[in-house]
């Protein structure tokens, strides 16, 4: 059957089918994608963001493939083929892999974008990783910037044809243009369905500075490396985007760490005997907040915002649940606290100070580790990545799950587990995605993990495998004289819209309505508009937007329509305020022959949200067709 059906994907991907050969991969397709059950999903992590229930991609169907997305800064350390299969495992039955690799030094020249490996450190990475899949897999497309490396494998003997490869790329390293950091851009398209891949190594270090640097690199990264159709960003367009890397977000510990290990292991219920904390930790004072001599604002690497500290106390007992008892002797003055710095970047408090600070919570930290789950998910809390996804202030769209392993930097070279007191432990190196409305329920997480037995580096490399039911053709109705289907938006509104233009210019914005379709050909070539309304951050537009619809009702299900928001600018080039994407099969869920639905939709550039639209889609077949 299988062979089958793989012959009849190629037909109609070469456009030969009649209506019976498109039927019977049709209703394969739909027999294909049944609901995992408990039992077969063995409890591991779902993917978050996704009201429909995941489906089960049958590998062994030209339709269902399995990807596997791996990360893994090396230190600028030789990559270990002997240690490769605890994260990478050629055996795995993967139809597409991609490999992400930070501080892989590969020679003096790589830095521009070269590919040369060093005589006197072995072979390449991409050698190394080569010999490690064996003939089975292929490099379907590396690209590499400074110590950055992006390398794509696909099976030898692949389900489906894989075409339209594109690669790009975007600095944020210093002055926003050295190569050091950035992000590394593949895509392609595998059948139908259209992957893309961004490998990201985003700016180090703690600290609140630090970390809005990182959240403005992600949305730099987006917006500057442009594949595919150049108006939208990555994740607007493919079916499904992962954004993937050292992404070097930390654990903020931000709040005072007045409490100690018995405190937080009785509020776990794990008993406070047995867990001590380390040198430091005496309980010989009571919290007394913090001295006047260090009042002030800013940011520090390794210290955290000064509060009152009765509502320090308030504060991290509710987020938490914890209860506060005693502290460190003497740090507790500093704990919590964030210096005053000048416009040099000193700082006033000193350097002794400081690094009380950062013991006592690294300290915190290791203890909350040493506890198990329980403790690992109080950590969690303050991972930097979990709350900017939660507050919607980055990489809108994306989706992730809670780390089950442990932190993956700092770690100590040559040992499995254990930390570098430099750094708090934190989940460095992380695995997200997304996907196009029509194509999520298709993704399904089946596996998000970290090879704690990999030495070699302070970071431990991690791997995501998924199971994906690619998507059926979107074939073109014959031409003719009459349309068959057409997509009708009326009562469309915006709401919450950034300010776009200056004062001079009024202080709002100028927005319009950009209607595209995606697959491209599935729509106009030129987009249809609605009118400007001047000077509005909370627009409605009056008149409906409707487009025609070039393909055949029974695979207009696989076409989405995207919404793109823009402001008109007088000599210059309209700017995108914001997109978002509506799915036909949403539409085709209802009954007769004009389907519709309400829709209510946030907006989002480059990752941040900018404001809502709502409206009524309406699909209309032509009664030619029915």
Not at 31 to 39: D, G, K, M, V, W
Request: glycine share 10%.
């Amino acid at each position: 059957m299988a062979s089958a059906l793989a012959v009849l994907a190629d037909k109609v991907l070469a456009g030969i089918i009649t209506q019976e050969e498109h039927d019977a991969i049709l209703e394969a397709h739909v027999l294909s994608t049944r609901p995992i059950t408990e039992q077969e999903d063995g409890g591991g992590p779902r993917v978050q963001g996704s009201a429909a229930a995941p489906l089960n991609a049958d590998t062994t169907s030209p339709l269902g493939i399995k990807l596997c997305v791996a990360t893994f800064n090396l230190g600028n350390a030789p990559l270990d083929a002997a240690t490769l299969h605890l994260w990478l495992d050629p055996g795995a039955g993967y139809d597409v892999v991609a490999v992400g690799l930070q501080e892989s030094w590969t020679g003096a020249f790589a830095s521009f974008g070269g590919s040369a490996a060093d005589p006197t450190r072995g072979d390449s990475v991409t050698t190394v990783l080569e010999r490690h899949l064996g003939p089975k897999y292929t490099k379907l497309v590396e690209t590499s910037r400074g110590e950055m490396r992006l390398i794509l494998f696909t099976h030898a003997t692949p389900k489906q044809p894989v075409h339209s490869v594109e690669v790009s790329a975007e600095n944020t390293g210093a002055l926003g243009i050295a190569p050091n950091k950035g992000g590394l851009v593949a895509r392609c398209v595998f059948g139908a369905t259209s992957l893309c891949f961004i490998a990201c190594h985003l700016q180090a270090h703690e600290g609140s500075r630090n970390c809005a640097a990182r959240n403005k690199s992600c949305e730099e990264i987006l917006s500057g490396a442009r594949v595919g159709k150049r108006l939208l960003d990555a994740s607007a367009q493919h079916h499904h985007t992962f954004f993937f890397g050292d992404l070097n977000y930390r654990v903020d510990l931000a709040l005072p760490m007045d409490y100690s290990a018995g405190s937080v292991a009785g509020e776990l219920g794990l008993g406070g005997e047995g867990h001590g904390v380390g040198p430091g930790w005496t309980g010989d004072e009571d919290f007394e907040g913090p001295p006047s001599s260090l009042e002030g604002s800013g940011d520090g690497d390794q210290t955290a915002a000064a509060v009152d500290s009765d509502a320090a106390v308030s504060n991290q007992a509710s987020h938490s649940g914890m209860q506060p008892t005693r502290t460190i002797s003497g740090a507790s003055r500093i704990v919590g606290m964030q210096p005053t710095w000048t416009s040099m970047g000193a700082s006033r408090m000193d350097t002794g100070a400081q690094e009380l600070a950062h013991q006592a919570k690294f300290e915190l930290a290791t203890t909350l580790l040493s506890l198990g789950s329980g403790g690992r998910q109080r950590l969690l809390a303050h991972d930097e990545l979990l709350q900017a996804l939660s507050e919607q202030a980055i990489l809108g769209r994306f989706n992730t799950v809670a780390p089950q392993f442990l932190p993956t930097f700092k770690v100590l070279k040559g040992a499995v587990d254990g930390y570098n007191a430099k750094r708090i432990p934190s989940w460095c190196d992380r695995v997200l995605w997304c996907s196009l409305p029509g194509a999520a329920p298709a993704l399904h997480l089946t596996d998000y993990s970290a090879a704690s037995e990999v030495t070699s580096s302070d970071h431990k490399p991690v791997s995501a495998t998924f199971r994906l039911q690619t998507a059926l053709p979107v074939l073109v109705a014959p031409l003719c004289n009459d349309i068959t289907t057409t997509v009708l938006l009326t009562d469309l509104a915006a709401r919450d819209l950034p300010i776009m233009d200056g004062v001079l210019q009024g202080g709002k914005a100028d927005p319009y309505i950009e209607l595209h379709v995606l697959p491209p050909f599935a729509g106009p070539l030129i987009p249809v508009r609605t009118p400007v309304i001047p000077k509005d951050l909370n627009p409605r537009w009056g008149s409906p937007l409707i487009a025609p619809i070039f393909a055949t009702p029974r695979t207009a299900a696989g076409v989405h329509v995207v919404l793109c928001v823009k402001d008109r600018d007088v000599g210059s080039t309209d700017d995108v305020i914001g997109t978002t994407s509506l799915s036909l099969s949403r539409a085709m869920e209802e009954p007769g022959f004009r389907k519709r639905y309400d829709f209510d939709e946030p907006l989002f550039h480059n990752g941040v949200l900018h404001g809502s639209i709502s409206g009524t889609l309406e699909f209309i077949i032509s009664e030619a067709v029915r």
